[in-house]
């Protein structure tokens, strides 16, 4: 039941010395590089994973063994799927990639994935793609395109430049400059008139969206951006907004079905997918906030196609919130056919009545899956005892969930995350006491079978 995922720490085994790495990826974004580099030799080191405000990854001494293949791909992989937006998969890759031959050839596979266009201006994206045709047949390789810059012209370029050129990549990330805490304008000045047939020539295949930090000039404009995206199924939008918010295009005939959502401080995104149609279509939203009135609107728009909902609730905004007796969910009432909840909470401390508040409150006759997450940020994840805690929510929480609203309710998770370093560790709450504390608080459930 207990899940840390803060930490990973795994001994390397001896240093790859063989094989060159051809077509290694160099710290520059997205490059390709015939280097005769083959690693030189390196102490035995264990690689450590910690999760902070973003992932980092050091090799530190330790003692070196031998792993199976497969633990050291999924190494590598869990590497390249959380490597921090601003930074680039070259560094990281490269280091993995000097352990031994099976690293060096997942490496440079997941390398070979991704193109990485981080704060580079017009010549040097021109210069990049020069370099990439140089070996055509990397761009039929790439699955993900990241684009982080506070000038949306640069992507304009790129998109020219790559038309026809990527037939497998599925993924697309826009994000606003590394160097930056303001949006990105897409000001349409800045980019081609026909800047949305050429996105089309070039993502065709992209199947998911991240929009993180962009300022749009209007709804029109976004929802052009997104149905330029023919097989578009998942959109995530962290700080989207529009400059005139409050003109919002009606229903419209649109081929676009968005299976999953995702946002997190994009009202203006909300309204639009309420207002235009394709949030009809949602199987599953990821909402994070506590916007109840906005998540509320989406869950009724795609009531009847909805099949999961996750809410992520940050502490800095939970704080806001402690005085409210309405609960931490939007009204589900509408979402009938709702299979899967999940609820995270991210707080400096353990409290049972964050739980309580975010159970939700209308009957869900089918839902079968429930987990709420909690996700300690202070020094309060290292408490082992949780005797001082009253009983009345817990109470609560067992009769609400043994009770009717939930009449197929399958499975019930509690989880704890931590975002520890390496040394705290060992200090963190243990699985078998988190195990014993919801045995014993939530007699019923435990009874049932139900409580994982």
């Not at 995922?5 to 490059?31: F, M, Q, R």
């Not at 990485?116 to 994206?125: N, S």
């Not at 497998?168 to 349409?188: A, I, Q, R, Y």
């Not at 390496?422 to 709450?429: G, R």
């Amino acid at each position: 039941m207990t899940f840390v995922p803060a930490t990973l720490i795994l001994p390397l085994s001896p240093p790859h010395n063989g094989v060159p790495l051809e077509l290694e990826v160099v710290a520059e974004a997205g490059e390709i590089h015939a280097r005769g580099d083959r690693g030189g030799a390196q102490s035995p080191s264990a690689f450590v994973a910690t999760r902070g405000g973003h992932q980092r990854y050091d090799l530190l001494p330790g003692r070196s063994i031998g792993l199976p293949t497969e633990v050291w791909w999924k190494v590598i992989d869990f590497v390249a799927d959380d490597i921090w937006h601003t930074e680039t998969g070259g560094n990281q890759l490269r280091e993995l990639a000097r352990v031994n031959q099976a690293c060096h050839t997942r490496c440079r596979v997941r390398a070979e994935e991704r193109l990485d266009v981080i704060d580079r201006d017009k010549k040097e994206v021109y210069r990049l793609i020069r370099r990439l045709d140089e070996h055509p047949d990397r761009y039929g390789r790439i699955k993900t395109v990241r684009f982080v810059n506070g000038k949306i012209s640069t992507f304009g370029s790129l998109a020219i430049l790559m038309a026809g050129k990527l037939p497998n990549v599925e993924m697309l990330e826009l994000k606003s400059g590394s160097l930056t805490w303001f949006h990105c304008d897409w000001e349409p000045g800045q980019l081609h008139s026909r800047i949305f047939l050429h996105v089309r020539a070039a993502f065709e295949s992209v199947t998911t969206l991240h929009l993180f930090w962009i300022l749009f000039p209007s709804a029109a404009v976004f929802g052009r951006l997104i149905h330029a995206l023919p097989r578009l199924g998942s959109l995530t939008c962290n700080g989207v907004r529009f400059k005139n918010p409050s003109v919002m295009p009606g229903p419209v005939a649109s081929p676009l079905r968005l299976a999953t959502v995702g946002l997190f401080e994009s009202p203006d995104v909300v309204d639009f997918l309420v207002q235009s149609g394709p949030g009809a279509f949602f199987l599953h939203q990821v909402v994070v906030g506590p916007q109840r009135g906005k998540g509320s609107r989406l869950v009724t728009v795609a009531a009847h196609s909805l099949s999961s909902f996750h809410l992520r609730i940050d502490w800095s905004i939970a704080q806001d919130l402690n005085d409210l007796d309405l609960g931490l969910l939007p009204d589900l009432t509408p979402a009938q056919n709702l299979c899967a909840l999940s609820v995270s909470i991210s707080s400096i401390s353990f409290s049972p009545q964050w739980l309580e508040r975010a159970l939700p409150r209308a009957s869900l006759p089918n839902l079968r899956e429930l987990e709420i997450s909690v996700d300690l940020q202070g020094d309060d994840q290292r408490r082992s005892n949780f005797d001082e805690f009253d009983d009345d929510s817990y109470v609560h929480i067992d009769g609400v969930l043994s009770g009717p609203l939930f009449p197929t309710l399958q499975k019930i998770t509690f989880c704890l995350q931590c975002c520890v370093t390496p040394s705290e560790v060992m200090s963190v709450t243990s699985e078998v006491s988190w195990r014993t504390h919801f045995s014993s608080k939530l007699p019923l459930l435990h009874a049932s079978g139900r409580l994982l």
